[in-house]
């Protein structure tokens, strides 16, 4: 017979659902990780103004932690924009 | 191991900790995919100072419906190339977000700093929208730019990506 309900002093389990496994629960309040729902980085072309000299730019943004690239070629004085795209998220615990 | 259940809440607890709470979400898989998809071999093409070639583009590769609310993707693909290039061959990669197969260093000869800027990258994310299950692949490639009146090619080798996926959502 398959089991369907088990409910003990120590034990639930409803059919595939057993409250001794951990499940990803999606909640804002003390949440441990975010899980994308889409893109978690853009690629956006840079280039001068004639556009020959077009290079990605490369912006990595998930849960408020960014990673970009901001200056081109000369480091220091060419600033470019790597757009302000942010990752889709889920934040989740177990 | 606690069960309470009062005005339209059930919470199960494991010891001190929550495992179900009927206020939260809980990711509902609704569809489990496997397969492959071919994508092609990028060239860009610059000669002298003038790309011949060059990509800026976006393509999505349709990989079958999904249940309508779906939005989340999660699983673990492979790559493999009959020449190496990027993370092919190399291993099953857990699907989060975007999958940076290739990127390279600029090599333009009027670059002070040379190989500290991107010159070519080319991603991948798998994704649930509308109803549909789809890897997207953003390239951005130019070719060296120089001076001389030669072509120069520069190529992102064919790939083939197998997956298997968890496709639902969080409700």
Do not use: C
């Not at chain 2, 940076?100 to 798998?126: E, K, P």
């Amino acid at each position: 017979m398959t089991l369907k309900l088990l409910i003990t002093g120590s034990d639930f389990v409803a059919g595939n659902f057993n409250a001794r496994n951990r499940y990803l629960r999606g909640s804002a309040l003390g949440a441990r990780f975010p899980i994308s729902k889409g893109p978690t980085l853009s690629i956006v072309s840079y280039g001068g103004g004639n556009g020959v000299f077009r290079t990605p730019v490369v912006r990595y943004s998930v849960n408020g932690f960014v990673m970009q690239r901001t200056t081109g070629n000369d480091e220091s004085t060419n600033h470019v924009d790597a757009g302000n795209f942010n990752a889709v998220v889920q934040l989740v615990k177990t | 191991m606690t069960v309470r259940a009062s005005a339209g809440r059930i919470e199960i607890t494991d010891g001190s900790h929550l495992v179900f709470d009927t206020n939260e979400k809980l990711f509902h898989g609704t569809d489990y995919v496997t397969g492959s998809v071919s994508i092609p071999q990028r060239e860009a093409v610059t000669h002298g100072s003038t790309p011949v070639v060059a990509y800026d583009n976006t393509y999505v590769y349709n990989l079958g419906p999904v249940n309508a609310n779906a939005d989340t993707v999660l699983g673990s693909f492979y790559v493999t190339a009959s020449t190496y290039q990027g993370v092919a061959n190399v291993g099953w990669f857990a699907i989060g977000g975007t999958y940076m197969h290739y990127y390279d260093a600029i090599d333009s000869l009027f670059s002070r700093n040379q190989h500290v800027v991107i010159g070519r990258a080319q991603a991948f994310t798998f994704r649930a929208q509308a109803g549909n299950l789809r890897l997207e692949e953003r390239i951005v490639a130019v070719s060296p730019i120089h001076g001389e009146d030669i072509t120069v090619t520069t190529k992102i080798f064919a790939i083939n990506i197998q997956y298997k996926l968890y496709v639902g959502l969080f409700t």
